[in-house]
Structures are given as structure tokens and as C-alpha cells.
């Protein structure tokens, strides 16, 4: 079993950038797919990107494509998402969440962390 505990978000302005990061415990990350998920009051979690165990494959939500970028550090049991060009409605609750196998582009992930909030101004 993984533990997950995420840090990073915070308010920005739009257009601004903030990195989040993903700290994995009790087993090495490069074990599972890793994604990065959110949820904004009143809506539903959502994917947001995903990056296989060696980083050989990624895949991100129609929304945030060209602006966040997944990635992770086996050796630092660290998974990380790079949110460029923040705009309000990335406002959300940030998760990071792991499984063993299964396909990235899912909600249905195995373990989650704390979450960490990002809100975004206008």
C-alpha cells in the first residue's frame, strides 16, 4: 500500500503557474500508474492527467492539454504536475492518486492523497 500526500496549490492570478507535488510512502511509486485528479465545488471529480510507472506514456483531460504537464521522479518517489497558464475554472481541489493497473484516463484510482487546493482569480 502507497500513501500519497500532495502540496503546492494556493491562489494565483490567471495566467500565473503553480507546480504541485506528489510525495509517495510504504511503497515505491514506480509500482503504480499515477494520476492527478480534481474536483470543484458542486461538480464531479474529474481526471486531469496521467503518467505511466516509467514515465514512458502520459495523458492528459482535452482541458488542460498544452498548459500542465505530468511527470515524476522514481528515485525522489515523487510525482509532480506543472499548471501553466492557470484560468479560473482550474480552480479545484487537487488530488493525486495512484493504481497497480488499469488505464491512466480514469476517476477509479486505488489510493488517494489529502488533496491540496488551487484557486485561480480573475
Known amino acids: 500500500q502507497v500513501q500519497l500526500v500532495e502540496s503546492g496549490g494556493g491562489l494565483v492570478q490567471a495566467g500565473g503557474s503553480l507546480r504541485l507535488s506528489c510525495a509517495a510512502s510504504?511503497?515505491?511509486?514506480?509500482?503504480?500508474?499515477m494520476g492527478w485528479l480534481r474536483q470543484a465545488p458542486g461538480k464531479e471529480r474529474e481526471f486531469v492527467a496521467g503518467i505511466g510507472r516509467f514515465a514512458y506514456s502520459t495523458s492528459y483531460a482535452e482541458s488542460v492539454k498544452g498548459r500542465f504537464t505530468i511527470s515524476r521522479d522514481n528515485a525522489k518517489n515523487t510525482v509532480y504536475l506543472q499548471m501553466n497558464s492557470l484560468k479560473p475554472e482550474d480552480t479545484a481541489v487537487y488530488y493525486c492518486?495512484?493504481?497497480?493497473?488499469?488505464?491512466?484516463?480514469?476517476?477509479?484510482?486505488?489510493?488517494w492523497g489529502q488533496g491540496t487546493q488551487v484557486t485561480v482569480s480573475s
Open positions: 510504504g511503497r515505491t511509486v514506480s509500482t503504480y500508474g
Open positions: 492518486a495512484a493504481r497497480p493497473s488499469g488505464g491512466l484516463i480514469s476517476v477509479k484510482y486505488d489510493y
